[in-house]
Every structure is written in C-alpha cells, then in structure tokens.
C-alpha cells in the first residue's frame, strides 16, 4: 500500500470513527446548502459531501467548506470524475473528494495531490481493482438497486472493504444496510424532510 493510499484510509478511518451518516447535498444553492449542512451538523451528522457535477454547484460547496471551517469539521466534494475538478476542490479547500466510479487516474491524482479519495465500485472487479489501488473505504454505488445483500455478498471475498453505502438510501433502510456490513450510509434528500431527522440522529452515532 502507498503512504498516500494509507493517508486516505486514515482519514475515512477517523471521520467515520463516531460517525454512521453521510449527508450528500446535491443541487442546492449556496444559502441552501448551508442551511442543509447546518441541519445536518446540528442532528448529530459531520461528515457532508457537496457534490460538484457541474461547474454551477462550485459556490455551494465553497460556502459549504466555509461554513464548516467555523465549526472545525472539513467538507467533501463529490462527483469528482477529473483532474479538473480536482485542481479545483483543492483550491476551495475541499477534505476529501468522492466518485460515482473507480478511475484510476483519478484515484491517484487525488492521493497524489493528499486529498482523501472515495470511489465508487459496483462490481467484484472494481472493488478489487480499488484494493489493488491500496484503497479500503469504498463508495457502494448505487446501494439501493444493489440491495444490502450486495454487500454482505461483497465482504465474504473483501473482508477489509469498508462500505459507504449510496444512492436511494433512505433513514428507513438504513439499518438494513447496517446489519449486512455496511460502515456507512450516505444520505441526501432525507435532511430536507424534518419528519426524517429524529431517525437521523438516532442513525448518525456509532452505538458504543
């Protein structure tokens, strides 16, 4: 494993620590976004992700980073998918960043540059050609198509694969996803339902 590999197991490893929840705040404006992550930080959820599949969402995550910056937790940038976009997280100051896929060049660009990197795998291939890559934390994308049997099915042959389970994930099926081996689950549209953050809170620790 390189030490750069080692560093973004590191940093998913301590993030991830206390915390169970991802919150994913995709499409939002720049005032939206930090009302959403100030929810979010406030129900108990530190981790954020910011996707930034367009140049028009840029703003929100810069806001969001500085938003979280006063409260000494660091924001990820999500659907990094170039070297591009990664010169630009960097610049904003984005902790680490997270894909819908595994691309190579991507992975090493971002290890390379010292930004944590989470990418997504929905295959036995990928998850083994993440491995070989040094990487632990992996994005299982997309989760709810996948079924939480996925996952279970996955860590019998990848036992050291930690999952952070995305896509269509809702509070509901969240512990569904828990009980089959999932370290994570990543959350997006539940946050803007007030209904969902009593489950949230309740999902967002680690039990001790």
């Known amino acids: 494993m390189t030490d750069s590999a080692h560093s973004s197991n590191a940093y998913f490893d301590t993030v991830f620590a206390t ?15 930090v009302r959403l992550c100030e929810r979010a930080w406030s129900s108990g ?6 996707p930034i599949q367009s140049p028009d969402a840029v703003p929100s995550l810069r806001a969001a980073v500085a938003a979280g910056a006063s409260r000494g937790l660091g924001v990820g940038a999500g659907t990094v998918t170039s070297a591009e976009q990664l010169d630009v997280v960097r610049e904003v100051g984005a902790a680490f960043t997270v894909a819908p896929g595994l691309d190579r060049e991507v992975v090493r660009a971002a290890l390379d540059s010292g930004i944590p990197h989470l990418p997504g795998v929905a295959t036995g291939s990928e998850i083994q050609a993440a491995r070989a890559l040094g990487l632990v934390w992996l994005k299982a994308f997309p989760a709810a198509q996948l079924g939480a049997g996925w996952i279970s099915a996955q860590l019998a042959p990848f036992p050291v694969a930690k999952f952070v389970a995305t896509g269509g994930m809702t509070a509901a ?24 953050l009593p489950a949230i809170s309740r999902l967002a620790s680690r039990p001790e």
């Open 45 to 50: 959820v530190e981790v954020v992700e910011v």
């Open 19 to 33: 915390q169970r929840v991802m919150a994913i705040l995709r499409g939002y404006g720049p005032d939206e976004t």
């Open 173 to 196: 099926t969240a512990e569904e996803f828990f009980a089959a081996g999932a370290s994570v689950v990543a959350l997006g549209g539940a946050l803007n339902d007030p209904a969902s």
